[in-house]
């Protein structure tokens, strides 16, 4: 029986890697588990009433690209947000980003471009759906290195125009998981310049703009809008599951321009599993309020300031500007994650499970090699213990 061979040279994903590496080993303490990006703060208290509310809601088809209340609150809260008009016709709600980044990539990548095989641009390291994504159109994904050198962003200006020429899409993750770091407004328009100069549309992941230290970052809509780009340049994905802290929820929305939707639509009116009705309406009630999204993202900056406080002194610490994880600077990721497990319980992804061997001297070259990824998700005090564990094992 044959099988497709696009996806033979995936890795497998992270999380049976690390099992993998660490499950024969007897944990040194109570396990802490800093490894999955999974918000654990409080769903917010309206889930439950709205949700028992619109039971019967199970019992019809939902509307495919969302409800108009949903889609009116979604309009609203960018307008409020980011201070751009999106209107209902160029939103779609989504089964979170995750979905919604891969169903892009095959309604948006054409077959060829300019007679050649096209390319995705993605940050290395990066979350792991824009490779796939691009492997399953038949697109060819190139790794950009996203380092301390270059911000922790990367440098998609600096690729040869003969690559760029061929770029369809390009992957941007803001703020980055797993880096933490943000995309300024001057990132962005240079990057939309780019896009208008090799004819690429720009898929920006920005499902943790809602958690950020000091200032909310800035979103590729309102970028776009300030310098009136061509709305198909960008199409730009937000979730309710870290802003919200409903990851089990599976809603999020994509806005695109008119002609990009239009192809979004058609797709997932064909083959798309719309979000049950229920949920929509619990959604609905999650963008339109705020407080709920301002507790949590407390909770996150009294963690980023225990970690501060932790790590000070740590040569190459770097605090993260938004999201919820530390990308840790170690000798051997997987190393380090081994003996952390082994000596204390804690639990941490090595950074190279997030990131590609793109060749170099010795073919090894990979930019996560040297990191530990480490999520603040569990309670201030918990996180706080093992973080402490953590400086102690790692580089005390
Ligand atoms: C960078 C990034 N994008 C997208 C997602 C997918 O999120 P969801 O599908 O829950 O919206 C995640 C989840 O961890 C993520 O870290």
């Given at each position: 029986m044959a099988f497709p061979e696009r996806f033979s040279n995936l890795p497998d994903y992270a999380f049976p890697r690390l099992r993998k590496l660490l499950d024969a080993h007897a944990p040194g303490g109570e396990p802490i588990a800093m490894t999955i990006g999974e918000p654990r703060h409080a769903m917010p208290e309206f889930v439950g009433p709205i949700l028992a509310a619109n039971?019967?809601?199970?019992?019809v088809y939902p509307p495919n690209d969302g409800t108009p209340e949903l889609l009116a609150a979604i309009s609203a809260w960018i307008d409020r947000r980011y201070g751009v008009t999106v209107p209902d016709d160029r939103l779609m709600v989504l089964n979170g980003t995750r979905e919604g980044l891969f169903n892009a990539c095959i309604a948006l990548c054409p077959e060829t471009k300019g007679g050649k095989r096209p390319v995705v641009l993605m940050p290395n390291p990066f979350y792991q759906v824009y490779a796939v994504a691009a492997l399953a159109v038949g697109a060819e994904p190139v790794y950009v290195p996203a380092t301390a050198a270059t911000g922790f962003l990367p440098d998609y200006g600096s690729l040869p125009p003969e690559v760029l020429d061929r770029v369809a899409l390009a992957d941007i993750c803001s703020p980055a998981n797993p880096q933490g770091a943000v995309a300024s407004a001057d990132y962005l328009a240079d990057l939309l310049a780019l896009a208008e100069k090799h004819d690429f549309t720009v898929l920006a992941d920005e499902c943790y703009s809602e958690i950020w230290r000091k200032a909310p970052p800035p979103g590729l809509l309102q970028v776009a809008a300030a310098q009136g780009?061509?709305?198909?340049?960008v199409a730009v994905f937000h979730s309710l599951s870290k802003r919200s802290n409903l990851p089990g929820l599976r809603s999020g929305f994509v806005a695109a321009g008119p002609e990009s939707m239009k192809r979004i639509r058609q797709l997932r009116s064909f083959a798309g599993a719309p979000l049950p009705l229920p949920l929509q309406r619990v959604a609905e009630a999650a963008w339109a309020d705020e407080g709920h999204v301002a507790a949590s993202r407390a909770l996150y900056q009294a963690k980023f300031a225990d970690a501060d406080r932790i790590f000070a002194g740590v040569q190459g610490y770097k605090a993260p500007d938004g999201g919820f994880f530390l990308w840790l600077p170690v000798e051997d990721g997987e190393a380090a994650a081994l003996k952390l497990w082994r000596e204390t319980g804690v639990r941490v992804l090595p950074g190279a499970y997030l990131s590609r061997d793109v060749g170099g001297p010795n073919g090894?070259?990979?930019?996560?090699?040297g990191y530990i990824r480490v999520a603040l998700v569990a309670t201030p005090e918990e996180t706080q213990r093992g973080l402490t564990m953590l400086r102690d094992c790692i580089y005390g």
């Open positions: 039971l019967s809601g199970f019992g780009a061509d709305p198909e340049r090894t070259d990979n930019p996560g090699a």
